[in-house]
C-alpha cells in the first residue's frame, strides 16, 4: 500500500476539536477512493502557542524543515493575541514559505443555509496577494519613541500632518510582489477555465497603493494574456466597497476576485457568509514551492474544547490538498458525502441555528455522519 505523508498542525483553541472529527474521514476517503492501494501516514507537526508550550518556541525548526522537505502540509487554525503578544504564526508561515497567493474558493453546496435568494449561483474565488499591504505588518504604536520619529519626518520633511498621538501603520504594495501573484491568478483562472476576473482595489482614495494594484493587474493582463485569451476571460475592476455590495446583491456575476492583502481577508469572510458562514469556507496558502491549506475561519477561542464548530472548512480545505497532491477521487467521495449529510439536515449549529426545526449535532457526531455516508 503506497504511503502519502502528510505534515498538519491541530492548531489552537477549536483546532484539536475539528481536526479529531475529521482525520478518520480524510483517512477512509483516502482508502476507499484507491480501493485499499495507498493511505495517509499523518506527520505532527508543532506552531503556534502549543509549540510554545510543548517546545518553548513558536515554531520548531523540525516544522519548518519537514514543511520544505514534502513541500505542502494541512493546518488548523492558530491564534494571534490582539493588540500586545507575539506576532501572527499565520502570517509569519506564509512569508517563510513565500505562499504570496491565498486562495479561498466559495461554492455553494446543496443544504446549507444562505441569506441570500438564489445561492447556488455562487461559485466564486477569492485571490487575496499574501505578502504585502497590511500583512507587511509595518506599524508603530502611539506615544513611542519610533512612532515620534516617524510622525517628524512625516510632517517636517514629507509635509503632511499627522496629529502627534497617532499611532502609524504603513501598507506598501510593490510592483514585483503584485505582479507575480496577478501572474499567478491569471494563469489558474485560464487553465481552469474560469470566466471573468475582477480586480478589487481602493484606487479612488489610495491611488498610489490600491490605485497601483489596478494599473500593474491590467498591464500584466495587456502584456502577457490579452493576446491569446482575451476571447476565452473577461477583466475588470471595481471600487471595494462597491464589491461587497455587489457580491450580496448579484453574487453569480462574480468568478474569480484579485484583491490586495486586506480587501481579500474582508471580501472571503463576506463570501463565506453567502454560503452558510466561516465555518464551511476553505483556504490554501500557495507559492511556487510549497502549499498549505487551511479554514478561513480563526481559532474561535470561545468554543474551543466545548466540541461545537464545523468541521467542514477544514475538511474542504484538505479536499484541496488532495486536488493538489493528485488525489482528487478522495476529494470527491468527501464532496458528496458532505452534500448528503446537510441534505438530510445533519449539520453542526453554525448552520442550524439559520433552519426551523434542524437540531444541532457536535463536532464530533457531524464528523461520524460524514463518515458514514463515504461511499
Ligand atoms: P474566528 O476564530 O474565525 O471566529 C469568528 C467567528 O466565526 C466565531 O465566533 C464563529 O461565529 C465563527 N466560526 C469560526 N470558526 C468556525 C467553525 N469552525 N464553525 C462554525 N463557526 C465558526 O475569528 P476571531 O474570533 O476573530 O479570531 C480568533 C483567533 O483566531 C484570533 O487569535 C485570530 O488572530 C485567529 N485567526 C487565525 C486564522 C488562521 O489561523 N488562519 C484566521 C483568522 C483568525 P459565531 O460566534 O457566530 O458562532
Redo the contacts with the bound molecule.
Keep these: 500500500m503506497e504511503k502519502i505523508r502528510i505534515p498538519y498542525i491541530m ?1 489552537d ?2 483546532g484539536p476539536d ?1 481536526w479529531n472529527a475529521s482525520r478518520e474521514l480524510l483517512e477512509e476517503a483516502v482508502i476507499k477512493a484507491y480501493d485499499h492501494e495507498k493511505e495517509i501516514e499523518w506527520i505532527y507537526l508543532l506552531a503556534g502557542q502549543k509549540a510554545l508550550e510543548e517546545k518553548g518556541v513558536l515554531l520548531p525548526e523540525e516544522t519548518v524543515e519537514t514543511v520544505k522537505e514534502v513541500k505542502f502540509a494541512i493546518k488548523g ?6 493588540g500586545g503578544g507575539f506576532r ?1 504564526m ?1 502570517v509569519y508561515l506564509r512569508q517563510i514559505f513565500d505562499l504570496y497567493v491565498c486562495m479561498r474558493p466559495v461554492k455553494y453546496i446543496r443544504g446549507l443555509p444562505s441569506p441570500i435568494k438564489n445561492p447556488e449561483r455562487i461559485d466564486l474565488i477569492v485571490f487575496r496577494e499574501n505578502t504585502d499591504d497590511v500583512y507587511k505588518g509595518i506599524e508603530w504604536e502611539a506615544f513611542t519613541e519610533d512612532s515620534r520619529r516617524v510622525i517628524k519626518f512625516l510632517n517636517e520633511v514629507m509635509g503632511v500632518d499627522v496629529a502627534e498621538d497617532s499611532g502609524i501603520g504603513i501598507k506598501p504594495m510593490s510592483k514585483k510582489a503584485t505582479e507575480r501573484f496577478v501572474r499567478w491568478v491569471l494563469n489558474y483562472a485560464i487553465s481552469h477555465k474560469r470566466r471573468k476576473i475582477t480586480i478589487v482595489h481602493k484606487g479612488n482614495i489610495m491611488k498610489y497603493t490600491e490605485g497601483a494594484f489596478r494599473a500593474w493587474a491590467y498591464n500584466i493582463w495587456e502584456e502577457l494574456f490579452r493576446g491569446s485569451y482575451g476571447n476565452d476571460i473577461q477583466i475588470n475592476d471595481i471600487i471595494a466597497d462597491n464589491m461587497f455590495a455587489q457580491v450580496i446583491l448579484r453574487p453569480e456575476e462574480y468568478d474569480v476576485l484579485l484583491c490586495p492583502n486586506l480587501n481579500g481577508d474582508y471580501l472571503s469572510d463576506c463570501c463565506a457568509a453567502l454560503i452558510g ?3 464551511v469556507a476553505p483556504g490554501a496558502n500557495i507559492g511556487d514551492e510549497i502549499a498549505i491549506f ?10 474551543a474544547g466545548l466540541d461545537m ?3 467542514i ?1 477544514f475538511i474542504l480545505s484538505a479536499c484541496m490538498l488532495f486536488e493538489h497532491i493528485k488525489l482528487p477521487k478522495a476529494k470527491e467521495l468527501i464532496e458528496k458525502a458532505i452534500e448528503r449529510t446537510l441534505k438530510e439536515g445533519i449539520m ?1 449549529y ?1 448552520l442550524a441555528r439559520h433552519l426551523d426545526g434542524v437540531k444541532p449535532v457536535k463536532c464530533s457526531e457531524f464528523g461520524k455522519a460524514l463518515l458514514q455516508r463515504l461511499e
Excluded: R
Design positions: 492548531g483553541g477549536t475539528i487554525p492558530l491564534t494571534t493575541p490582539v501572527s499565520n458562514g466561516l465555518g487551511e479554514p478561513t475561519h480563526g481559532s474561535a477561542p470561545k468554543y464548530v464545523n468541521p472548512s453542526t453554525d
